[in-house]
């Protein structure tokens, strides 16, 4: 087995080695990755924070040894925390990076960080601060920077900030936590899913005070939320079906 880790701010992972592939998901800063198959040009990898797996390009990652891939999985997470800072690499150079870059990786990749920084697991309403950074962010299929995001992209970002772990789709995080009978129970910080037509989960949100849910549709957006689903005030209608409401963190 071989290890690696990314150098860069943003990199995709790619349903298909080849350039032109659906982006799946998005490695940030100081990721790690099992690489499960090499090619001239890609490699099928395994992520580390949630088990995800795509191409990448071979020029987009660092290898790194198995101790230190051991060494630095099972330490706790420090992540940056401004929605933009920078790396200093080891050539004199800035490297901007989003917020909730991973920093454990800093000594391998000999780079040097003197931002801000947050780790550790924080109480449950901050995850209501952490997700009003990413409002007006743009939707990105696949996206998990405040410069294009997805749903499930921003919920597991503001809980993964918080020192939660999710799942990276809708459909799989809606298989975490304790699902509550009426959203009556719920409190902010837990979420809401919603399903299409077939019955499949399609979209993740995170519940706030006074029956409102920030969600990514279109950009980064605060909604209301009833029993029906969310309701968009600027449209009149309901854009999403509620199916369950589940919660991570008692």
């Not at 995001?149 to 789709?169: E, H, P, W």
Request: aromatic share 10%; glycine share 8%; charged share 20%.
């Amino acid at each position: 087995m071989k290890y690696g880790i990314c150098p860069l701010s943003i990199v995709p992972l790619r349903a298909e080695a080849r350039d032109p592939s659906e982006m799946v998901t998005q490695l940030l800063y100081g990721d790690l990755m099992q690489v499960l198959e090499t090619q001239k040009k890609w490699s099928y990898v395994k992520l580390q924070f949630d088990g995800y797996e795509g191409w990448i390009d071979n020029k987009q990652f660092q290898f790194i040894t198995e101790k230190e891939y051991e060494v630095l999985a099972s330490a706790t997470p420090v992540l940056t925390s401004d929605l933009v800072d920078f790396i200093a690499t080891d050539e004199a150079q800035l490297l901007a990076i989003p917020i909730g870059s991973s920093l454990n990786g800093l000594p391998i990749l000999n780079h040097e960080y003197e931002g801000n920084s947050v780790s550790g697991t924080l109480q449950k309403f901050q995850l209501i601060q952490t997700a009003l950074l990413y409002v007006n962010a743009p939707y990105l299929w696949g996206g998990k920077t405040p410069f294009g995001i997805d749903c499930s992209g921003f919920t597991q970002m503001v809980y993964k900030l918080n020192g939660y772990a999710l799942l990276r789709d809708a459909s799989q995080q809606a298989t975490q936590g304790d699902a509550l009978s009426f959203i009556e129970e719920s409190e902010a910080g837990d979420l809401a899913f919603f399903d299409n037509e077939e019955g499949s989960i399609v979209h993740v949100g995170i519940i706030m005070d006074d029956h409102c849910i920030i969600h990514a549709h279109g950009k980064v957006r605060i909604d209301r939320l009833d029993q029906t689903g969310i309701f968009n005030t600027e449209l009149g209608r309901h854009t999403h079906k509620l199916r369950v409401i589940k919660r991570i963190i008692n």
